[in-house]
């Protein structure tokens, strides 16, 4: 039975929890493999929103059980918090699940990422500065601390002295800042032992058990395919596997389990954070998709970033995925744009590309090329059917499917739950469905 990926196809923030949370209650299990808190997944059910930074959306769908996978960073301070927002808004987290082996985000890693930032000074990547980076350093460098390690002090101590010994180092001479306390490094990770021990289990044995028993799971993942360590637009990008292959890593599930690649792509292009973006805009077009899309980071309050649609990058982000499906998101934002462009190639120094060019200068260097769609003045956030759209919406959907070379399954034409238009099934296989 099968095991699905959702993946954001652009820089982030596409919608991947409003797919998350509409697919809820098809599912039975809903696991964030990658990422920490940098994420900001936002589902509005009925008018009520809810912003999540580290707990996976699924977690808002009574009868899902939502499971941290042992790819996540978990900021112990950041989970507490909130359980406790969630809790005091009525969401029952009690069924949460956490892998004993994903990492800790400690005190120090937050630290770390802020002077690191500093350092960098003109070259910043712009970090949420929630440790992420330094944390999955530590993780790949074998000086990381494990949930699992919280259940046992004595390797904590001996795990965060041999952290610090080096941090320590860095932050003193290099940093010039204060020496991190290993004492009260370590009784402060241990705090969170009993507050963790009930939820933290074996979760590549659950989610595998539960696909042997027929259910469903879901892989929500965090960030973004332009934002992935491998796969991105490296170094203006997260330190995880945000692509397809890292939630198979990332959550002890096989690729032969995986049977529905689902990737969410918004109509047009937002970026927050440094890096490169040819298609954005500093005109008034760019001010416009701001505003009426809202587009300000959940995280950390910046505005973002905001380009024409690029389909370069799309292809792009097919290619590296799999995907077998697209959801497009936020559709209705274009709505009153006379001459909808689409980017359709780059002119790199006077060389025309059609597909991602190979090298990170020839991508600063792209110079977007455009064709445009006729646009449409119809308020479609009322739309359910493809159908109901006007012509030229309809046929902005084609075009972009035809250029992405994968279907669009869904369209998202406003926030809410319920504004969405259901194209073909985004479950694989007869239509399972929870008691929830
Ligand atoms: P994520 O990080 O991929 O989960 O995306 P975010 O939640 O950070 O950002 C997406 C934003 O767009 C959120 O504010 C959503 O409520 C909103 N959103 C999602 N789908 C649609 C849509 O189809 N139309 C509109 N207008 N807003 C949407
Ligand atoms: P969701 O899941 C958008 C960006 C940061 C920065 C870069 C590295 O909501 O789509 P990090 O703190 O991860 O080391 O920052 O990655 N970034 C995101 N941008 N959406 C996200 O998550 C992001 N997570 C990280 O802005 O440019
Ligand atoms: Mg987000």
């Not at 890292?246 to 047009?268: F, H, L, M, N, Q």
């Amino acid at each position: 039975m099968p095991a699905v990926v959702i993946v954001g196809a652009q820089w982030g923030d596409e919608g991947k929890g409003k797919a998350t949370d509409l697919l809820g209650e098809s599912v039975d299990y809903v696991v964030k493999p990658n990422g920490g808190n940098n994420a900001g997944h936002t589902v509005v059910i009925q008018g009520e929103k809810f912003e999540l930074k580290l707990l996976p959306a699924g977690i808002l769908t009574p009868g899902v059980t939502p499971v941290i996978g042992n790819g996540v960073v978990v900021d112990l301070e950041a989970l507490t918090e909130e359980i406790e927002m969630l809790t005091a808004r009525g969401v029952d987290t009690s069924s949460l699940r956490i892998s004993a082996n994903a990492h800790v985000v400690a005190p120090y890693h937050r630290t770390l990422d802020k002077v690191t930032e500093r350092f960098l000074g003109k070259r910043a990547i712009g970090t949420t500065g929630r440790g992420i980076g330094p944390a999955y350093m530590d993780k790949v460098g074998r000086l990381g601390i494990r949930i699992q390690d919280l259940f046992d002090a004595s390797i904590l101590r001996q795990k965060v002295e041999g952290a610090l010994r080096q941090k320590n180092a860095l932050l003193v001479k290099l940093y010039n800042r204060r020496e991190v306390d290993i004492d009260e490094t370590t009784e402060q990770l241990l705090s969170y032992a009993d507050m963790l021990r009930p939820m933290v289990v074996d979760t590549t044995a659950l989610l595998n058990d539960a696909l042997d028993r027929g259910e469903v799971v879901l892989m929500e993942g965090g960030q973004a395919t332009f934002l992935d360590v491998d796969h991105g637009t490296y170094p203006f990008v997260t330190s995880s596997n945000p692509t397809a292959g890292g939630s198979c890593t990332g959550s002890g599930i096989g690729p032969t389990r995986v049977d529905g690649v689902i990737g969410i792509v918004k109509a047009y292009t937002t970026r927050v954070g440094a890096g490169p973006f040819p298609t954005e805009l500093e005109d008034e077009w760019g001010e416009f998709l701001q505003r009426v899309g809202g587009e300000v980071g959940v995280n950390t309050g910046r505005p973002r970033r905001c380009g024409w649609y690029d389909a370069l990058m799309i292809r792009y982000a097919v290619r590296v995925n799999g995907f077998t499906d697209l959801v497009l998101t936020k559709l209705d934002v274009l709505t009153g744009i006379e001459e909808v462009p689409i980017c359709v190639a780059y002119d790199v120094d006077g060389t025309l590309h059609h597909e991602m060019p190979m090298t990170q200068t020839e991508f600063h260097h792209a110079e977007p090329v455009y064709e445009t769609m006729p646009g449409w003045t119809e308020d479609i956030s009322g739309c359910r059917t493809v159908e109901e759209l006007p012509e030229a919406a309809r046929n902005y959907v084609k075009r972009l499917e035809e250029l992405a070379g994968c279907r669009i399954s869904a369209i998202g034409v406003g926030p809410d739950r319920e504004a969405t238009i259901a194209v073909h099934d985004l479950l694989p296989g007869p239509q399972h469905s929870t008691s929830a």
